[in-house]
DNA sequence: TATTGTTATACTCTATAACTATA
DNA sequence: TATAGTTATAGAGTATAACAATA
């Protein structure tokens, strides 16, 4: 960040390109502006990076976060029952538990009913880690979401995206 | 499929599992209802999900169609200007490009002008496999969407995942 | 025999550095 | 020197098969 003192010449400004400006005029996006699956991905995208911003004090993932909220939420539950919810594979939720794990914010603990199932539960440290996150994300990522679209939207939008993910 | 016979007597069925029925109670989602980038990706993830399925007679895949949407409204630009507009690195492009060339869907051609770069350009194959496209992405694809969302719902989905994409 | 957690593995996406040929 | 296309490579994310322990 270049400073400047106030007593300073005008300097010959150009137009100061915002974000990155290409060298080359915008192209014309047809069709792709009317298609669902393009604006919902770079939506996505968009909303996730957001999202680890806010998070960086945290160092949680999207998908870590959800994992969090869902013990808190579901206790004594096994590693099968959170992957198929989030929709994670059982292989792949594996490594993500042994990442959570060796932070200390949840424990497996072999259940005494079935002792071939793991027992996930917070820590006290995950937990207040939750509490941490989920005040993050409300201010600071989800606030602004709902400045940029106004609260009606934003519960609009909501009830939408619900809606294509459960019954289209 | 099993077939039965009409003339069959009455079989005593359960309740037949519509999708995958787990074997335990629901989980409580807690306030990952109302995360916006949970919803977002599993909205995502369905509608590409459908694109795919409605594109399995030509095999293209989200990316691979907007390559082609693009190069028809875009004529004699280059790969670093398709790539940017669409988001995608001029590394990873090379083997995308490579797939459609070697499907005869699009040609590199050196520009006359800056011989450093290609000019990308549909092939007559590539022009009608784009319009078929088009016509499936349109009658099967959106055309369930619409019907699942209402038009004017879809249409205000639109907006605001556009300004979403752009402003947040 | 079936299920839970796990390992191994592979394939796609994404990201960065560095090369070449041109400018 | 800077840029366009390219190569190589590394890291996520995602997918399937198969094994040991347990039911």
Redesign the pocket.
């Known amino acids: 960040m270049t400073v400047s003192k106030m007593s300073d010449i005008d300097q010959p400004k150009r137009v100061p390109p915002m974000e990155a400006a290409p060298?080359y005029a915008a192209l014309q996006m047809g069709e792709l502006s009317e298609l669902l699956g393009y604006s919902l991905k770079r939506a996505q995208?968009k909303v996730f990076e957001d999202f680890l911003r806010c998070m960086a004090p945290l160092q949680l993932?999207p998908?870590q976060f959800s994992v969090l909220l869902l013990l808190d939420h579901n206790p004594g539950r096994?590693?099968?029952?959170i992957?198929n919810t989030l929709?994670?594979?059982?292989?792949?939720?594996?490594?993500?538990?042994?990442a959570l794990e060796s932070r200390d914010l949840l424990t497996?603990m072999r259940s005494p009913?079935?002792?071939?199932?793991?027992?996930?539960t917070l820590t006290d440290k995950g937990g207040a880690t939750l509490t941490r996150a989920k005040k993050l994300v409300a201010t600071k990522h989800e606030a602004r979401l709902i400045e940029l679209l106004g609260p009606a939207n934003h519960v609009a939008l909501l009830g939408m995206l619900a809606i294509i993910a459960q019954d289209f």
Chains 1, 2 share one sequence.
Do not use: K
Request: charged letters at 25%; a neutral charge.
């Open positions: 060298e995208l993932t998908a096994n590693q099968t029952e992957a929709g994670i594979l059982r292989p792949n939720f594996v490594a993500m538990l042994d497996r009913n079935d002792r071939r199932s793991h027992v996930l």
